[in-house]
């Protein structure tokens, strides 16, 4: 399918949660024009704790720069995971892009502010050990994740099930913190006289407008495996890739 622009953030290479079978397969399904990591997609943090890398890993690698060779336009915004490369800002990359941040233009002229998201986060930016910690935690939910998948699957019970996603829903310090990262967000959106953002960061995929801002989160390629699509009219759409086959299942578009 041939859309305008694709957004992907929080693919976390070099880690075992890291879906990139799934990855790969959205990759193939849809071609751009453009493409925007928002940031986290090599992890960095857990790679000191030890390396998990893949033959499918270095296959996302090998076609995110074949997209950029082939004349796609591809940028990548560092996050917090692979703040290491924000030193390289302004530089490209095997013809990679690397910005800070970037306004995009929709087709439908629509301004959005596009950045990892991190910069929202008190946690990340003044506590980086709780971060380091929460880092540790969420990835053993993940792991466990996927030891209940596996269960389901053998005792055939259908749909599709996230431990770490029951728990970002339910528990209510996650919920409070994923409401003030938003909130946090659409002051500065409006502060800057943009008409929305997409970003990352949280895990938590969203496409909604909030008191007059479009607030766009891609989500993740660990749990959730989400994605965002701009389509050749403008239009935006937040893509649920699950993992049978080529199965896309679109879960909400922008008004």
């Not at 943090?45 to 998990?52: D, V």
């Not at 971060?131 to 389901?152: E, H, P, Q």
Request: hydrophobic content about 45%; overall charge neutral; glycine content about 8%.
């Amino acid at each position: 399918m041939r859309v305008r622009s694709i957004f992907l953030s929080d693919i976390h290479l070099g880690t075992r949660g890291c879906q990139a079978d799934s990855l790969i397969a959205f990759l193939r399904h849809y071609e751009a024009e453009q493409l925007f990591l928002l940031g986290d997609i090599v992890d960095f943090w857990a790679m000191r704790r030890g390396i998990h890398w893949s033959a499918a890993q270095n296959t996302v690698v090998q076609k995110l720069l074949r997209r950029a060779r082939h004349g796609e336009k591809v940028m990548l915004i560092p996050g917090n995971h692979d703040e290491a490369l924000r030193e390289y800002v302004g530089a490209r990359f095997g013809d990679i892009q690397l910005a800070a941040e970037h306004v995009h233009e929709t087709a439908d002229g629509r301004r959005l502010l596009l950045l990892h998201g991190d910069e929202f986060d008190q946690v990340t930016r003044h506590h980086r050990w709780i971060a380091l910690l929460g880092d540790i935690g969420y990835n053993a939910l993940v792991r466990m994740n996927a030891g209940l998948s596996w269960l389901r699957r053998s005792l055939r019970i259908p749909g599709y099930w996230s431990l770490a996603g029951y728990a970002k829903r339910r528990i209510k310090r996650a919920v409070s913190f994923i409401c003030d990262y938003e909130d946090a967000v659409i002051r500065t959106v409006r502060s800057r006289g943009l008409d929305g953002i997409i970003c990352g960061h949280i895990h938590s995929a969203a496409l909604c407008e909030r008191d007059g801002v479009l607030y766009v989160n891609c989500g993740d390629w660990v749990d959730s495996c989400t994605a965002i699509v701009e389509h050749l009219d403008g239009a935006l759409e937040l893509i649920e890739w699950r993992h049978v086959g080529t199965n896309v299942v679109p879960l909400r578009t922008a008004a």
